[in-house]
């Protein structure tokens, strides 16, 4: 078991920032990909959105979506990973998960939620 634990989230006015964070145990973290992914709340139908991801050796990726508002990082001393949400709008509102990967296993956290008000 590796579990996560996300937290940052809350809320905040359109065009504000705000950082969230992903904390993984274990000693294995800087071996992992880690990734952030986005559900709208309300709507369960709707699968989760890719968000960012960063790989072991630092390189981010982002969903178009949010590329140049939101940026990736990780502490490997810190077993943390960031993501740095800036320009908020109310379309990015939604429950954010925080993923690790690590040998082609995926651990989820559980989620925290973002609202952006208008």
């Known amino acids: 078991q590796v579990p996560l634990a996300e937290s940052g989230g809350g809320l905040v006015q359109a065009g504000g920032s705000m950082r969230l964070s992903c904390t993984a145990s274990?000693?294995?973290?800087?071996?992992?990909?880690m990734g952030w992914y986005r559900q709208a709340p309300g709507d369960p139908g709707k699968q989760r959105e890719l968000?960012?991801?960063?790989?072991?050796?630092?390189?981010?990726n982002y969903a178009g979506s949010v590329k140049g508002r939101f940026t990736i990082s990780r502490d490997n001393a810190k077993n943390t990973a960031y993501l740095q949400m800036n320009n908020l709008k109310p379309e990015d509102t939604a429950v954010y998960y925080c993923?690790?990967?690590?040998?082609?296993?995926?651990?989820w956290g559980k989620g925290t939620l973002v609202t952006v008000s208008s």
């Open positions: 968000v960012a991801l960063i790989t072991p050796g630092g390189t981010p």
């Open positions: 993923r690790r990967s690590l040998n082609g296993i995926y651990y």
């Open positions: 274990g000693s294995t973290f800087s071996y992992s990909g």
